[in-house]
C-alpha cells in the first residue's frame, strides 16, 4: 500500500504567479509545487484519488495515472476541487458514473456548483455518482473511516484507509486538533498533514502542530504537505527528524 503525492502546494502554488519563489529555492526541483491531491493504492493496484485539485490534468499525466477506482473529497475549496472536469476522461470506457464520496456539506456544495458532473446534462452522461460518507465503511478493497476537521470557521474531512493490513491518513487543511482526530490516526502507518508553514495561521496547521498530531496519534511515518513558498525543501529536511518526510510533487511513500 502506498500514497502519492499529487500536488504538495499551497492554494496559490509555489512559485505564486509572479514567479514569487519567497524563501524556496527556485533551483531544487521539490519546491516547485502544484495544489494537493493524492492516489493512495492498494498492492492490488486500486486507486482511490482524495481531491480533484485545480492541477489535476497535469499531475495525472505527470504520473501516468489514466484511470481511478473512486474520488473522494476534504472539501469544496477551490484548490481542492476545481479540478474537477479533468474526470470526464476517466468516464469514457466505464459502464457507469465513476464513485465518489464527500461529507453532507461538501457533497451540497459540490452539486450546487458543478451539477453537471454529478447529474449530465444535454446527453452528456453522468461524470460521478456522488454519495455521503456517512455509511462507508469499505470502498474497491479499502477500509476507509473519517472525521469532520475544523477548518478555521469550516470543516473538512480527514480520511484514514486501510488495505493489506497497512494504513494511511490525510489530514490536510485543518486548524486544530481534536480528540476525534487522535483517535482516526491512532498508530496509522503514513499520516500524510497539512503544514502551510512554521508560523500559526487561523485555519490551516503549522510545522508544530504537525508533528504535534503526528505524535499524539503515534504514527510511523509524518509526510509534510500543502507547504507554501516560506517552507523550502531543503532547509525543512535539516529541521525535521528522521520519521518525517517533507513532501514534494511525485513523492511515492510506502506504508
Not at 479533468?86 to 458543478?114: I, K
Not at 453537471?116 to 460521478?128: D, E, L, M, N, R
Not at 509524518?222 to 529536511?237: G, I, N
Not at 517533507?246 to 511515492?252: A, F, N, R, T
Amino acid at each position: 500500500m502506498k500514497v502519492l503525492l499529487l500536488g504538495s502546494g499551497t492554494s496559490t502554488g509555489v512559485p505564486r504567479i509572479g514567479n514569487d519563489w519567497g524563501d524556496c529555492d527556485p533551483n531544487e526541483p521539490r519546491n516547485r509545487r502544484t495544489r494537493v491531491s493524492i492516489i493512495v493504492e492498494s498492492d492490488e493496484g486500486k486507486r482511490l484519488l482524495v481531491d480533484t485539485s485545480t492541477d489535476l490534468r497535469r499531475q495525472l499525466l505527470d504520473n501516468d495515472i489514466g484511470s481511478v477506482d473512486g474520488v473522494f473529497w476534504t472539501h469544496d475549496h477551490a484548490d481542492h476541487c476545481h479540478g474537477i472536469d479533468d474526470l470526464r476522461v476517466m468516464r469514457y470506457g466505464r459502464g457507469g458514473p465513476l464513485p465518489g464520496f464527500a461529507s453532507e456539506d461538501a457533497a451540497y456544495r459540490l452539486r450546487q456548483r458543478f451539477g453537471y458532473v454529478f447529474a449530465g446534462q444535454h446527453g452528456y452522461p453522468t461524470i460521478v455518482s456522488l454519495e455521503v460518507l456517512d455509511r462507508l465503511r469499505l470502498f474497491a478493497g479499502f477500509g476507509v473511516e473519517w472525521c469532520q476537521m475544523p477548518h478555521g470557521p469550516g470543516e473538512t474531512t480527514g480520511y484514514r484507509f486501510e488495505a493489506d493490513g497497512k494504513s494511511i491518513a490525510y489530514a490536510t487543511d485543518y486548524s486544530a486538533i481534536t480528540d476525534e482526530m487522535v483517535e482516526l490516526y491512532e498508530g496509522v502507518d503514513v499520516l500524510v498533514s497539512d503544514c502551510l508553514r512554521r508560523d500559526p495561521h487561523p485555519t490551516h496547521a503549522h510545522l508544530a502542530m504537525a508533528m504535534e498530531l503526528a505524535e499524539r496519534c503515534g504514527a510511523g511515518k509524518l509526510v509534510l504537505s500543502h507547504l507554501d513558498k516560506s517552507m523550502d525543501y531543503a532547509s525543512l529536511c535539516e529541521e525535521t527528524p528522521d520519521n518525517v518526510i517533507v513532501g514534494y510533487d511525485g513523492l511515492e511513500v510506502v506504508a
